[in-house]
């Protein structure tokens, strides 16, 4: 089935050097980071990966900057084979450096700021109608109006600000609980979405719907090495997952495997598995 699924999203791509740290730096220390990597990364751009690990057709709407930290960015993007469809900034592609300390526990400093597509930009925007599923990390209330057009609309709860002045129906939010920008319940949403998924680290998490709420599991990490991306990739899974036509829990139960796979990793990229190509 996902050879006939076309997804895409429509966010935010940073430029990211990830390495671990014995401690997080104190008031005036000096950290190394040990062991870095570069990679692209951010809340749109772990989640477009993670798609990407598909047969489905994908599509990445998003904005770069005009240096050499945006090349790279956009040259991670189109070796998957997927489509890039970037507005240009004159401005730096947004960097961040992100630490991982011995507990795998990830402290990110964002240098400038993410950089997001918006209804305004001369994109493809009709192209929104034909696709089957979108996620949606940027920021302007009315290019999320557009993507509702795709036949599933997933957000991630940090973006609470657009959905409410949006006020259009969302199939599915997800956050985490543990997360005190994510946390809510269905009541904090001026439209209630069809679906509220709310993760909780190794426990899985649940799912909120009028019907109530329904737990699901997460499988067990044996160790857990790095939290960076994990979010991330739940919410790209979960995207194919209700595309490809399961109901929230399954989707989310689903998922769970893919946020944990990154958990037992350093590199989330790595580490993210595979999507059925069948659906």
Excluded: K, N
């Amino acid at each position: 089935m996902s050879a006939s699924l076309r997804l895409g999203v429509i966010g935010h791509v940073e430029h990211v050097t990830l390495g671990r740290v014995a401690a997080l730096p104190l008031p005036g220390d000096i950290v190394h980071l040990d062991q870095p990597r570069v990679l692209a990364g951010g809340g749109g751009g772990i989640a477009f990966f993670q798609l990407a690990r598909s047969g489905a057709d994908v599509h990445f709407f998003t904005a770069l900057g005009d240096d050499d930290g945006a090349r790279v960015v956009e040259a991670a993007i189109t070796a998957t084979g997927a489509s890039l469809h970037a507005i240009r900034r004159t401005a730096p592609q947004t960097r961040d450096v992100v630490m991982i300390d011995p507990a795998g526990e990830r402290t990110i400093v964002v240098v400038g700021e993410p950089l997001h597509p918006r209804a305004d930009d001369p994109l493809p925007w009709d192209f929104l109608h034909s696709l089957d599923a979108v996620y949606f990390t940027a920021q302007d209330p009315a290019l999320l109006t557009l993507a509702r057009h795709a036949r599933v609309l997933v957000v991630p709860a940090r973006r609470r600000q657009c959905i409410q002045a949006a006020r259009i129906p969302i199939d599915a939010i997800v956050g985490s609980r543990v997360d005190p920008r994510e946390v809510s319940t269905l009541a904090d949403y001026a439209i209630h979405p069809a679906a509220l998924v709310m993760t909780d680290g190794p426990r899985g998490g649940v799912v909120e719907t009028r019907d109530g709420l329904t737990p699901f599991l997460s499988p067990p990490v044996a160790s857990a090495l790095g939290t960076y991306g994990a979010g991330d990739s739940f919410a790209g899974a979960l995207t194919y997952y209700l595309a490809a036509g399961l109901d929230p829990v399954r989707a989310a139960g689903q998922a769970a495997h893919h946020g944990a796979a990154v958990v037992a990793s350093v590199d989330p990229l790595a580490a993210q598995l595979p999507l059925p190509h069948d659906g």
